[in-house]
């Protein structure tokens, strides 16, 4: 079995992407599922204006959950900004009825505000008391991007999994995996780093905060664990309870790698670490 934690989809087509791509429709993304075997996926929604030319709003998420129930696992997603644009803000009660709705968890969260701003803090609180994991997107820089924005080292990141420690994080993005190895720049971390694998800040936080999981979809997260095929499987091994298969599907011709890369690890690791990432993880997490 395989569960993507991490897919994209919109109900419509829009305005595309300044590269001229857009969404999948959900049939399309199903059709996807279909091609790479996926039996499930995790279907993100997006409210943050930076993120993209659209948004995908919860509702949106779960009508389209509702077509396909046996195939998608909603996800809500909230603005910091929402409500007054205050700490003060109650999220909880936006969580409570997206949950009776179906959703299992928040995001993607793309907002480009630091990731310890107080009107994030606040959210991440709500989501923490309603026990709703987060898939957060890292930013590298303020403005001129999208995600939550972190410095090299990703210091805003620690103290975010200190201060909420029961707060699950789905880590995403290239500034997130980029820092899996020593040596990271600004000029590099938005990137996809190439070469032998020195243990990075990333492997000492996976290490020292059990509250942070790790998103392996899209370019960042394959890339992380093959550029050095050795440290990438020992990776999976030491931290096999809190890692997941994903994608990031996000256009309809999209082509990613890791679904073949994922299936070749089977006999390179344990069948019980690649049970756990291809779908056990986030099945427990999620409560499936």
Known sequence: MLIDCHTHASRSRA???????????????????????????????????????????????????????????PFCSLDPRSGQNSVESDFRRFLRIYREMGCCGVGETTCNLPMDDPLVWNMFGACAAEGMPVTI?????????YGLYDEVGLPRLEKTLREFPDLIIFGHSQPFWAEIAEGVTQERRNKYPEGPVRPGRLVDLFERYENLWGDLSAGSGHNAISRDPGFGNAFIEQFQ????????????????????????????????????????????????
Not at 30 to 48: C, P
Not at 137 to 145: D, L, N, R, V, W
Request: aromatic share 10%; net charge negative.
């Open 15 to 73: 305005v595309p992407r300044w590269h001229g791509s857009d969404y999948p429709l959900v049939e399309e993304l199903i059709a996807k599922l279909d091609q790479y075997e996926i039996d499930r996926a995790v279907l993100l929604s997006g409210v943050a204006p930076e993120a993209r030319s659209r948004f995908v709003p919860p509702e949106d998420v779960i009508e389209m959950y509702e077509r396909y129930p046996d195939r998608l696992i």
């Open 137 to 145: 997107h890292i930013g590298p820089t303020i403005g001129g991007c």
């Open 241 to 288: 309870d809190r890692l997941m298969f994903g994608t990031d599907l996000a256009y309809p011709a999209h082509e990613p790698p890791n679904p073949a890369y994922f299936r070749s690890l089977k006999g390179q690791i344990t069948d019980e670490a690649w049970e756990k990432v291809a779908w056990r993880n986030i099945h427990s997490i999620l409560r499936l």
